[in-house]
């Protein structure tokens, strides 16, 4: 077995929103604790509002926890001294949906990419990181590298500059990324070639990864054999080997989840059958519900779901969180 | 049978800075009474500008340069202004991308209905209220809850089906929604696409999809178009799409979406970019990014041809595309 490059231990995150002692509190992250493997790929699925943009940012450092632990190699990264959380936000990366908000709009693409290699000292001068620059942009396949060197975002399509912020988070040699929705915003006919683009860093580099997305079947397409995990109103629901929860999902929700999945074939789609929810509506996360925070919606609450918060726990060769995981109905796709 | 619709040849452009750029460049489509019509492609490849000139609604600096369009026997693009305020909404109605997001504010949406069915001419408030009431029953909304509601105090997903009975008020015979589920979750858009499956068996009105998601196409459509550079590259009812295309494109849309089933290995991203539409490649838009490109394609633009059992591609070369 693999070391955990990153562990989460019982994290809890909550905003205040407004000011003063009237603010709503919202708890973005309930007791979520989740380890990832040193070069491992494990998709976090949810829809908006469940609190995975949150968790990855706390995965990352750019979030501190309310409570909890994060764990980098085994060391708690909100007790590193200085250089050795240097060290850490260097080997841990992150890149977003929007890759346009994420390039400075009046840089060139290489003054964008040589900034973080001159700052890590990296490379010695500026001539040998052009070269550097040049060698990243080839490997992500934006070539000829001249082409792109002295350009701005906005002449960029796309797929292009979604290319240019993964090359500046590999330019760290990071051992881990989180990759937030990094195709949602990308033509459809490239969303693949990008998702082939960071299995190849994976397998190359050996970096992990860690996909946040709300869609199952791109999941489903870059995660392969890994691990996926599950989740609803910051609470993790169902976590495990991604073949195994797809074709056998335990958790209500995610069964809910994914007989609401449409799929691109007429005739398998219009014999899928939605499972009924009790309620379509997302609850508010300012006041969510007591206990399982899936209990309103769910068909099969039970007295003891509006009262005790679950926690994950091994079951049919995964982690879920449910009180009557035991007694739901198995369900398939069809 | 005479279609409802009918697009022939429509060219819509846009003088940009850069020089004039083809949102719709010859673009022909059929839909008949009653069907579900997907229009698929990826953002750029023109569907928006399509559907806003059926409405000829295309928006400054674009312009309509030729085609015709004829809704129901009548030339579309010939309509006084007065008549083409009579035409939209009551004949063709359309829910835009993100409308859920563009209601007025301030207005509850007994008023937005109110508003809209006097703007077109309908006047008594009773008869409008009654039947907003039967529409957003269908729509599976409660009319005394939602009816006195302000927007922000519904949901994403509840304002899509309002949105979706204010655009069935004066009962058009089309309606036209572009993308819209895009920015709602999952399990809001699958009951979303229930509820339109069912106002179509009610009402029997035609609808015309815009998406550039498979999935969405599978789950809904009878008859899908397929659009690439401004131009539609295949029509076929949906089981000729989904298991006998003969576009390249259309394959190449096919293996690129992911799915929860099937194998991984056969899905494929297609390769190169979506086309420059100021200075498109010469021939056929797709070649360069084509398994299949021969030198003609590279010169000759493809027309949409019949290819038997009303089914039409544009492409040299469709006798060797399969699936």
């Known amino acids: ?334 | 049978m005479k279609p409802l619709l009918s697009v022939r040849d429509l060219t819509v452009e846009f003088e940009l800075t850069r020089g004039i750029l083809k949102a719709v460049n010859g673009a022909s489509l059929e839909v008949h009474k009653g069907e579900v019509m997907a229009l698929v492609g990826e953002s750029g490849s023109g569907k928006t500008t399509f559907a806003f000139s059926i409405l000829n609604l295309v928006p400054p600096p674009g312009r309509i340069t030729s085609g015709k369009i004829i809704f129901d026997g009548r030339d579309v693009l010939s309509l006084s202004e007065e008549e083409l305020r009579k035409y939209r909404w009551k004949e063709v109605a359309m829910v835009f991308q993100a409308a859920q997001n563009a209601m007025n504010p301030v207005m509850r949406i007994a008023d937005q209905m109110l508003d809209t069915a006097q703007a077109h001419g309908k006047t008594s408030r009773g008869e409008v209220l009654e039947r907003a009431s039967e529409l957003l029953r269908m729509v599976h909304l409660e009319p005394s809850q939602v009816l006195h509601a302000y927007p922000h105090e519904l949901s994403g997903g509840m304002r899509q089906r309002v949105i979706i009975a204010l655009s069935l008020l004066l009962d058009p015979k089309m309606l036209i929604l572009d993308e819209p589920t895009t920015a709602l979750d999952v399990v809001t858009q699958a009951y979303i696409l229930d509820i339109l499956a069912e106002i179509r068996q009610k009402l029997g009105l035609a609808m015309l999809l815009l998406t550039h998601d498979m999935s969405i196409v599978a789950k809904v459509a009878d008859r899908v178009a397929v659009m690439y550079a401004g131009k539609v590259v295949e029509v076929g009812n949906i089981e000729e799409i989904f298991y006998d295309a003969k576009h390249p494109y259309t394959v190449g849309l096919i293996k690129a979406a992911p799915s929860l089933i099937g194998d991984i290995a056969d899905k494929r991203p297609i390769p190169g970019s979506p086309p420059d539409l100021i200075n498109p490649p010469p021939g056929c838009p797709f070649h360069p990014r084509c398994d299949y490109a021969t030198d003609r394609c590279r010169e000759e633009v493809p027309v949409l041809t019949p290819i038997g059992d009303g089914r039409v591609v544009a492409c040299h070369n469709w006798q060797q595309v399969h699936l």
Request: glycine share 6%; net charge positive; proline share 7%.
């Open chain 1, 1 to 334: 077995m693999a070391e955990s490059i990153i562990e989460l231990k019982e994290v809890n995150m909550t905003f205040k929103r407004g000011w003063l002692l009237r603010g709503a509190q919202v708890q973005a992250v309930v007791k979520a604790s989740l380890d990832i493997k040193e070069g491992e790929i494990l998709a976090l699925v949810g829809e908006s509002g469940c609190g995975k943009t949150t968790l990855g940012k706390i995965m990352v450092g750019l979030l501190k926890p309310t409570s909890g632990q994060v764990l980098y190699r085994g060391k708690d990264i909100w007790n590193m001294n200085r250089s050795e959380f240097k060290e850490y936000r260097r080997n841990a990366q992150i890149i977003h949906q929007d890759s346009y908000a994420a390039l400075n709009p009046v840089r060139t693409i290489y003054q964008s990419l040589s900034a973080p290699l001159l700052h890590y000292r990296l490379v010695k001068n500026r001539r040998e990181a052009r070269d550097k620059v040049a060698e990243l942009l080839q490997l992500m396949g934006l070539t000829p590298p001249e082409d792109f060197l002295d350009k701005y975002p906005h002449q960029l399509s796309g797929g292009q500059r979604q290319r240019v912020v993964l090359a500046r988070a590999v330019s760290l040699r990071p051992k881990f990324i989180v990759a937030d929705e990094p195709v949602s915003m990308i033509d459809v006919s490239l969303r693949l070639s990008i998702l082939d683009l960071m299995r190849r860093l994976n397998e190359e580099f050996g970096i992990a990864f860690l996909y946040i997305t709300h869609d199952l079947a791109t999941a489903r397409y870059f995660v392969k054999e890994g691990r996926i995990a599950v989740m609803y109103l910051g609470q993790l629901v169902e976590t495990g080997n991604l073949g195994q929860v797809i074709g056998k999902p335990r958790h209500p929700y995610l069964q809910a989840l994914l007989s609401a999945v449409p799929v691109p074939d007429p005739r398998k789609a219009r014999t899928k059958r939605p499972l009924p929810l009790r309620s379509l509506e997302f609850p508010d996360p300012t006041n969510p519900p007591s206990g399982c925070r899936f209990h309103p919606r769910c068909p099969y609450a039970e007295d003891i779901c509006a009262k005790e918060v679950p926690v994950l726990r091994p079951l049919d060769g995964r982690m879920i969180a449910c009180h009557l995981a035991e007694r739901i109905p198995e369900w398939h796709l069809w």
